[in-house]
């Protein structure tokens, strides 16, 4: 892409439009049209499909799920003052 900052200013511009012209929120437009184009261009570029592939193949390690404690029936843990 040639310009990519004109490319994302043009994209932010569009959807500030389509949103109805809110002010204030300029940083969020420029961010959504930022991850816009360049996603788009990562896919383009085969790159989206290498890093997920890539990912897939790494296996992860997990930790086993803590187990319920079960509730003691008259255990109390509150004393009596």
Do not use: C
Not at 15 to 21: K, M, N, P
Not at 26 to 54: F, H, K
């Amino acid at each position: 892409m040639p310009n990519l900052e004109e490319a994302i200013r043009e994209r932010a511009y569009h959807l500030w439009i389509a949103d109805g012209q809110p002010d204030g929120q300029a940083d969020l437009y420029w961010l959504d049209a930022q991850r816009e184009i360049l996603t788009m261009s990562l896919a383009s570029s085969g790159i989206e499909t290498a890093v997920l592939a890539a990912a897939d193949a790494v296996p992860f390690a997990t930790k086993p799920a803590k187990k319920a404690k079960a509730a003691r029936a008259g255990k109390n843990k509150t004393r009596a003052a």
